[in-house]
């Protein structure tokens, strides 16, 4: 009997509120992820990253691949045990952070091979490995095995990666052996193609999966063209599944998926701006950086549900940034991925109340008046 669950509790136009039960507990969608990239989400405590409202985050397996290594994260009780984040986890295949970050890489029908941008180790991922590495990382929801091409590209090489991927979703599929515990997603390739993209949706249902990422974006494409791809392919995608858009992103870029019918999201921009010295609030983004902001007393947001926008000055968020002090890092870090989650949770309570292009609208007016 499967144990994870995907329920559509409302929808309003193409955006959906559903839930998604695992054994470690449920998934509220739209839902935001935030990324623990090593088995951390950087510069946050576990308890802090659930007190955002984070029901579930991501762990990379190409970085736990490398370093501490499966086995030995499996020998230790597993992902969860090892960071003591007891809820659902979701992990990627690897292959999009080898592409993107591994040395001297080889693809083939059978797989990638790549040296560790860590040691300059040599090592295989096969669409079989991946699941047995996911697997052993005791992952919530795991990824098939797919290969992510940048934009823009030819036609040609989309097809030759969009029909590779279905391959390997294929093999993948067979290699999950029908787990009962945890999910299995395919991954919606084909490039902004959308006849590309229709043949690979429909490849992944006969297939057949638990939910349905869309990859090869957020990889350096106009917003536009995301949007388009996005507008094009959730209506081919099964209503009583999850839609998942990976690496995705700013706010906006939210909001528009969530538009468009996308259920689950997750990027490391939050923290990583949160380190850069940027904040997220409902007025926008600031630059705490700049010098503007050095004898400004003022809260970065007295009306945030959030103390930590209400707490310290401008001045001292800038100082922090200026010095460069760990506790910038940790407060902003904070303060975004609180951000992420009140948007996502603002946008659940619209679409059950059926406004949420009212939501919407009065989210991008408050960050286009910001007085920041
Ligand atoms: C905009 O931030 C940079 O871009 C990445 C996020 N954009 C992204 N698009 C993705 C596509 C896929 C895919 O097609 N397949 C699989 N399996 N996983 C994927 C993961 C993805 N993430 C962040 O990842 C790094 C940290 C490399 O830079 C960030």
Redesign the pocket.
Known sequence: MKQVNFSLIASDGMARRGRIDTPRGEINTPAFMPVGTAGTVKAMYPEQVRETGADILLGNTYHLMLRPGAERVAGLGGLHTFMDWQRPILT??G???VM??AKLRKLTEKGVTFKSHIDGSSHELTPERSIEIQTLLDSDII?QL?E?IALPAERKEMERAMELSLRWADRSKTAFNNQANRALFG?V?GGDDPELRARSAAGLQSIGFDGY?I?????GEPQEVMFRVLSDITPELPWDRPRYL????KPDDILGGIERGVDMFD???PTRAGRHGHAYTRFGVINLKNARHKDDHRPLDEASPNPNCRRWSRAYLHHLVRTEEILGAMVLSQINLAYYQELTAGARAAIEAGRISDFAAETRAAWAAGDL
Request: with cysteine; glycine share 20%; charged share 10%.
């Open positions: 990627d295949s292959g999009f952070q993107s970050l990824m797919d992510c991954i390739q990422s990859g090869g974006l957020a990889v990976m690496g995705v992103g990027c490391v921009h």
